[in-house]
Each structure stands twice: as structure tokens, then as C-alpha cells.
Nanobody
Framework: QVQLVESGGGLVQPGGSLRLSCAAS????????MGWYRQAPGKQRELAAG???????NYADSVKGRFTISRDNAKNTVYLQMNSLKPEDTAVYYC????????WGQGTQVTVSS
């Protein structure tokens, strides 16, 4: 069974940066389109960024220009570099395929607050 383990979240001040990591087990990782999703309190989970197996990326308008998604297929890992963080980026961040095909991991909490 494929497992997803997110890490790297924390408390950061507005304008700060964080780098999230998602380690995936399973041999099919390299061919999947991967995404970072987030769920803010009281809101539905939304897709923030996606990356194809060959490295093409796409971003939600709310994070475009501030977030960068990348992947290392040899390590079965996808990353999310988050810069210029805003309080509205506060959420639990998850990774999964696009469309979602795997069981959700536990996520990693990102809190942006002064």
C-alpha cells in the first residue's frame, strides 16, 4: 500500500519561508502527476500546486509567484518551497496524485502568524 508522509510545516511570521517535503512509497511514483493540497480551517481542501512526471508545473492563482513545487523521482519525494507567506496560507498541507488516487497522509500544519 502506497503511503504518503508530509513534513516541514511549522509556525512562521508573515513574509517568511518554509519548505515542505512529501515522501511516497511505491514504485509508481515517477509516472504520477503529483500535487500539494491544502485545507484551511472551515474550508474545503484545495489544490495549490501540481507537477507532472517530466517537471511541468501549475499553480493556483493564490500561490502563483510565491510557491514552487518540485520533485525528485529517484527519492520518491515532492517538495513545496513557500516564500512570502501570508496568514491566509495557514492550513494543513497534504500531497497526493492528481487526481487523487492514494490514501491521504497525516498532512503537515503550516501556521503563518505574527
Amino acid at each position: 500500500q502506497v503511503q504518503l508522509v508530509e513534513s516541514g510545516g511549522g509556525l512562521v511570521q508573515p513574509g517568511g519561508s518554509l519548505r515542505l517535503s512529501c515522501a511516497a512509497s511505491g514504485s509508481m511514483f515517477s509516472i504520477n502527476i503529483m500535487g500539494w493540497y491544502r485545507q484551511a480551517p472551515g474550508k474545503q481542501r484545495e489544490l495549490a500546486a501540481g507537477i507532472t512526471s517530466t517537471g511541468s508545473t501549475n499553480y493556483a492563482d493564490s500561490v502563483k509567484g510565491r510557491f514552487t513545487i518540485s520533485r525528485d523521482n529517484a527519492k520518491n519525494t515532492v517538495y513545496l518551497q513557500m516564500n512570502s507567506l501570508k496568514p491566509e496560507d495557514t492550513a494543513v498541507y497534504y500531497c497526493n496524485t492528481i487526481p487523487t488516487q492514494m490514501h491521504w497522509g497525516q498532512g503537515t500544519q503550516v501556521t503563518v502568524s505574527s
